[in-house]
Antibody, heavy 122, light 111 residues
Framework: EVQLVESGGGLVQPGRSLRLSCAAS????????MHWVRQIPGKGLEWVSG????????GYADSVKGRFTISRDNAKNSLYLQMNSLRTEDTALYYC???????????????WGQGTLVTVSS | QSVLTQPPSASGTPGQRVTISCSGG????????VNWYQQFPGTAPRLLIY???QRPSGVPDRFFGSKSGTSASLAISGLLSEDEADYYC????????????FGTGTKVTVL
């Protein structure tokens, strides 16, 4: 069974940093792109970032470009999101999702983890 | 900021057919395939339709996706109470900064 478990969320002050992790199991992690998607509670979905199977391709939403960095460690079956210069508008539930293709800018997302909540507030 | 537009709500009685529209543009739906996600309150989204009209294993054939030009639709036939959820369309966008864009979401209510 494919499992994605996010961790690292919490309360952080504006301007500070946070690193999210996603532990994957149940599939060949290095065969698929991975993504981060966020959702403000009660609101819609926003794609944050994606990374190709071998880290050779990466994409970011305009809203986080230059502040967030996605990475992966295929040896550890893990995905990460380093979030710097956090803003109040970054407050959301952050989901890790498995891509259905090996390139980040292709396919769909299936499945998704349960999410980790990031709250940016002073 | 969603670039795909969906109606905020849709409803029907059990057994009815409900259709949700998703309107985009030439750089997203017009150029790429459409996916649909279903989300129940308090849970993560799940893939419902991919490549415009393909259902992942386990998705009932009551769910039907279609695409024409820069718009797409999700139809739910034989509506069940368990279909009450939020539905999001999504597609890759080939603008200057390639990104994955979601629709605004539609809340389906079973009356």
């Amino acid at each position: 069974e494919v499992q994605l478990v996010e961790s690292g969320g919490g309360l952080v002050q504006p301007g500070r940093s946070l690193r999210l992790s996603c532990a994957a199991s149940g599939f060949n992690f290095d065969d698929y792109a991975m993504h981060w998607v966020r959702q403000i509670p009660g609101k819609g979905l926003e794609w944050v970032s994606g990374i190709s199977w071998n880290s050779g391709g990466i994409g970011y939403a305009d809203s986080v470009k230059g502040r967030f960095t996605i990475s992966r460690d295929n040896a550890k079956n893990s995905l990460y999101l380093q979030m710097n210069s956090l803003r109040t508008e970054d407050t959301a539930l952050y989901y890790c999702a498995k891509g259905t293709r090996y390139m980040w800018n292709d396919g769909s997302f299936d499945p998704w983890g349960q999410g980790t909540l990031v709250t940016v507030s002073s | 900021q969603s670039v795909l537009t969906q109606p905020p709500s849709a409803s029907g009685t059990p057994g009815q057919r409900v259709t949700i529209s998703c309107s985009g543009g030439s750089s997203n739906i017009g150029s790429n395939t459409v996916n649909w996600y279903q989300q129940f309150p308090g849970t993560a989204p799940r893939l419902l339709i991919y490549n415009n009209n393909q259902r992942p294993s386990g998705v009932p054939d009551r769910f039907f996706g279609s695409k024409s030009g820069t718009s797409a639709s999700l139809a739910i036939s034989g509506l069940l109470s368990e279909d009450e959820a939020d539905y999001y369309c999504a597609a890759w966008d080939d603008s200057l900064n390639a990104s994955y864009v979601f629709g605004t979401g539609t809340k389906v209510t079973v009356l």
